[in-house]
Structures are given as structure tokens and as C-alpha cells.
């Protein structure tokens, strides 16, 4: 069973920065494409960002690119998401995945919010 503990989120002024990290147990890390995607209420879960397996390569939604940076370690088995100059529009709730090829896997979600 892949468990995931997400932390890292809260409230935070515009043009400020978070952390999010994602620490995954209990799959094999090191094999999933990890992803980070987020959802306000009454939206569809949205795409931000994704990192392959090894770290080598990264996709990021036009929106976040030079805001956003996503980053694995695959010793620790954490996934970070950096965020910088944050927008009220950033508020959301951030869910890590984890893609298996067959299977996704979610994390619980950790609230952001971006106050004006």
C-alpha cells in the first residue's frame, strides 16, 4: 500500500513563497513519474507539474513555469514543490501523485492559501 505524507502548506502574502514536500512509503519510489496537481472547490483537479523517475526531466503548466520548481529525492523518497511570488490565484488545495504506469496514486492534499 503507497502511503503518502504531504506537508508544507499554508497561508502566505502575495509574492511569497512556500515549500510543499511529498514523502512517499510503502511503493517504489524511485520507479514513479512523481506529479503535483491542485484543486480549488467546485474545479477539476488541475495539472502543475511532474518529474520523472530519475530527476531528469520536468513539465511544468504555463502557468507556474519561472514560479514553480519541482524536485525528488529519490534517497528520502520526497518529492518538493518550491513556489515562489505566489498569487491569490495560487490558493488551492496541492495533491503529490505518484504514477505507476498501470495506477495513480494521491496524496491527502495540503491547503495553500495566497492572501491579497
Known amino acids: 500500500q503507497v502511503e503518502f505524507v504531504e506537508s508544507g502548506g499554508g497561508l502566505v502574502q502575495a509574492g511569497g513563497s512556500l515549500r510543499l514536500s511529498c514523502t512517499v512509503s510503502g511503493g517504489t519510489f524511485s520507479s514513479y513519474a512523481m506529479g503535483w496537481f491542485r484543486q480549488t472547490l467546485g474545479e477539476d483537479r488541475e495539472f502543475i507539474a511532474v518529474?520523472?523517475?530519475?530527476?531528469?526531466?520536468?513539465w511544468y503548466k504555463d502557468f507556474v513555469k519561472g514560479r514553480f520548481t519541482i524536485s525528488r529525492d529519490n534517497a528520502k523518497n520526497t518529492v518538493a514543490l518550491y513556489m515562489d511570488n505566489l498569487a491569490p490565484e495560487d490558493t488551492a488545495v496541492y495533491y503529490c501523485?505518484?504514477?505507476?504506469?498501470?495506477?495513480?496514486?494521491w496524496g491527502q492534499g495540503t491547503q495553500v492559501t495566497v492572501s491579497s
Open positions: 518529474i520523472s523517475w530519475n530527476g531528469d526531466n520536468t
Open positions: 501523485s505518484a504514477d505507476a504506469g498501470s495506477v495513480t496514486y
